[in-house]
């Protein structure tokens, strides 16, 4: 399984930025998708996470309101809007995918990754 995850960048306090993230080497339907972040000095913290069809989805309480998480599976991409960004946003922001379909939201429970991309907001 390969994801390679881009949308990342610089943006102002109550901006949006859209994150992408591209899938292949299985059925990209057929499993749970999930964004994380890590800013620095800190651990690796669940974002939102979405169910193989797209019907679930669940999100960290920071973000509830704020972020959308979605998928295309003609397109094998999940994504992540982000809208009203603050400073606490700031991160790098790793797309994810486990087998099973239980929303785990410890890094440990998923078990392929992204390369990760950066989000800075600027106050």
């Known amino acids: 399984v390969q994801l390679q995850a881009s949308g990342g960048g610089l943006v102002q306090t109550g901006d949006s930025l859209g994150l992408s993230c591209a899938a292949s080497?299985?059925?990209?339907?057929?499993?749970?998708m999930g964004w994380f972040r890590q800013a620095p000095g800190q651990e690796r913290a669940f974002v939102a996470a979405i169910s193989g069809s797209g019907g679930t989805t669940k999100y960290a309480d920071s973000v509830k309101g704020r972020f959308t998480i979605s998928r295309d599976n003609a397109k094998n991409t999940a994504y992540l809007q982000m809208n009203v960004l603050k400073p606490e946003d700031t991160a790098v922001y790793y797309c994810a995918t486990r087998d099973g379909t239980f929303f785990y939201t410890t890094p440990d429970q998923w078990g392929y990754w992204g390369q990760g991309t950066q989000v800075t907001v600027s106050s």
């Open positions: 080497g299985r059925t990209f339907s057929n499993y749970l």
